[in-house]
C-alpha cells in the first residue's frame, strides 16, 4: 500500500506510490524486519532482494517485467509471471523455494537461471526464451502448450513432482513455434498412483528422462518427438506410447 512503506529511491524517504512496471523494487537492510504482503494484483520492473528478514506473503498475482533475486522467506501463493519483452533478465533463486506457480510469458523475452529455480508449482512457458544454464529448475509440471515464439535451451537437470496429480506432468502437447536444445534430463518422483501424461511435442528432442517410482501408469506423446533416453527406476506401473514417439 502506499503511505510510509515505500520509497521511489534506493534508502530514500517513504510516502510514495506502489510500484509499476517501470519502478524496480529493493528490499534491503534498510527495509528491516517485515512482512509485505501482496494483496491485490502487482507489478514491478525487477524485485531485488539482498536481505533476508523480509517475508512475502500473500495470494494476488505478480507480475515481473524484469529480472528477480529472491531472498529471505517467499511464502507468496499468487501466480508470479515474467512478462518482460527484452533480453537479458536474470533469476537468482538463492536457495528460496517458491510457493506459487511462474508463467514467462513475454513476446521476445529472455530469462536466464542464476542458480537454482524451484517451485511448488507449476512453470509455465508462454511466449520467449527460458535458459537454465546449467541449474537445475524443480516443479510440480513444466507447461508450453501453445503456437507462441518459445526457446528452451536447457543443459542442466530438471525434476518433476507431479504432487499426485493426475493428467499432463510435461506439455508441449501444441509445439508449433517451440524450439529446444536439451543435453540435461528431465526425473519425474510422483510415486503416487493417478496416470501422468508426457508429450514431448513434435518434432522436439528431449534428451534424458528419467521416471522414478510410482505406481500409476505413464502415457508418453507426441508424434515424431524424440526421446534419446529413456530409463525407469522402482516404478512399477505400466506405460504406453501412444501416438508413437521416437526412443
Same mark, same amino acid.
Given at each position: 500500500?502506499?503511505?510510509?512503506?515505500?520509497?521511489?529511491?534506493?534508502?530514500?524517504?517513504?510516502?510514495?506510490?506502489?510500484?509499476?512496471?517501470?519502478?524496480?523494487?529493493?528490499?534491503?537492510?534498510?527495509?528491516?524486519?517485515?512482512?509485505?504482503?501482496?494483496?491485490?494484483?502487482?507489478?514491478?520492473?525487477?524485485?531485488?532482494?539482498?536481505?533476508?528478514?523480509?517475508?512475502?506473503?500473500?495470494?494476488?498475482?505478480?507480475?515481473?517485467?524484469?529480472?528477480?533475486?529472491?531472498?529471505?522467506?517467499?511464502?507468496? %501463493?499468487?501466480?508470479?509471471?515474467?512478462?518482460?519483452?527484452?533480453?537479458?533478465?536474470?533469476?537468482?533463486?538463492?536457495?528460496?523455494?517458491?510457493?506459487?506457480?511462474?508463467?514467462?510469458?513475454?513476446?521476445?523475452?529472455?530469462? %536466464?537461471?542464476?542458480?537454482?529455480?524451484?517451485?511448488?508449482?507449476?512453470?509455465?512457458?508462454?511466449?520467449?526464451?527460458?535458459?537454465?544454464?546449467?541449474?537445475?529448475?524443480?516443479?510440480? &509440471?513444466?507447461?508450453? %502448450?501453445?503456437?507462441?515464439? &518459445?526457446?528452451?535451451?536447457?543443459?542442466?537437470?530438471?525434476?518433476?513432482?507431479?504432487?499426485?496429480?493426475?493428467?499432463?506432468?510435461?506439455?508441449?502437447?501444441?509445439?508449433?513455434?517451440?524450439?529446444?536444445?536439451?543435453?540435461?534430463?528431465?526425473?519425474?518422483?510422483?510415486?503416487?498412483?493417478?496416470?501422468?501424461?508426457?508429450?514431448?511435442?513434435?518434432?522436439?528432442?528431449?534428451?534424458?528422462?528419467?521416471?522414478?517410482?510410482?505406481?500409476?501408469?505413464?502415457?508418453?506423446?507426441?508424434?515424431?518427438?524424440?526421446? &534419446?533416453?529413456?530409463?525407469?527406476?522402482?516404478?512399477?506401473?505400466?506405460?504406453?506410447?501412444?501416438?508413437?514417439?521416437?526412443?
Amino acid at each position: 500500500t502506499a503511505g510510509t512503506k515505500w520509497s521511489l529511491t534506493n534508502g530514500g524517504a517513504g510516502g510514495e506510490t506502489v510500484p509499476d512496471a517501470t519502478m524496480n523494487v529493493y528490499f534491503d537492510s534498510g527495509s528491516g524486519t517485515c512482512t509485505v504482503t501482496i494483496a491485490a494484483s502487482s507489478v514491478c520492473l525487477s524485485v531485488i532482494q539482498s536481505s533476508a528478514n523480509v517475508t512475502v506473503a500473500g495470494g494476488s498475482a505478480l507480475a515481473i517485467s524484469g529480472s528477480a533475486t529472491f531472498l529471505g522467506s517467499w511464502t507468496h %501463493t499468487g501466480t508470479k509471471t515474467f512478462n518482460s519483452t527484452t533480453t537479458g533478465n536474470t533469476i537468482t533463486s538463492n536457495g528460496v523455494v517458491l510457493a506459487s506457480a511462474v508463467t514467462f510469458n513475454g513476446v521476445g523475452g529472455e530469462w %536466464t537461471l542464476a542458480d537454482a529455480l524451484s517451485t511448488s508449482g507449476t512453470v509455465t512457458l508462454t511466449n520467449g526464451s527460458l535458459t537454465d544454464a546449467g541449474f537445475s529448475l524443480t516443479a510440480d &509440471r513444466f507447461v508450453s %502448450t501453445n503456437s507462441n515464439t &518459445r526457446v528452451v535451451t536447457k543443459t542442466g537437470n530438471w525434476t518433476l513432482t507431479g504432487s499426485g496429480v493426475s493428467g499432463n506432468l510435461f506439455d508441449f502437447t501444441t509445439s508449433t513455434g517451440a524450439t529446444v536444445t536439451d543435453s540435461g534430463s528431465i526425473t519425474t518422483t510422483d510415486n503416487s498412483s493417478t496416470t501422468k501424461t508426457i508429450n514431448v511435442g513434435t518434432p522436439l528432442t528431449w534428451n534424458d528422462f528419467n521416471i522414478t517410482a510410482g505406481t500409476g501408469n505413464f502415457v508418453f506423446s507426441g508424434t515424431g518427438g524424440t526421446v &534419446r533416453n529413456l530409463n525407469w527406476t522402482g516404478f512399477s506401473g505400466a506405460w504406453s506410447n501412444s501416438p508413437a514417439l521416437n526412443i
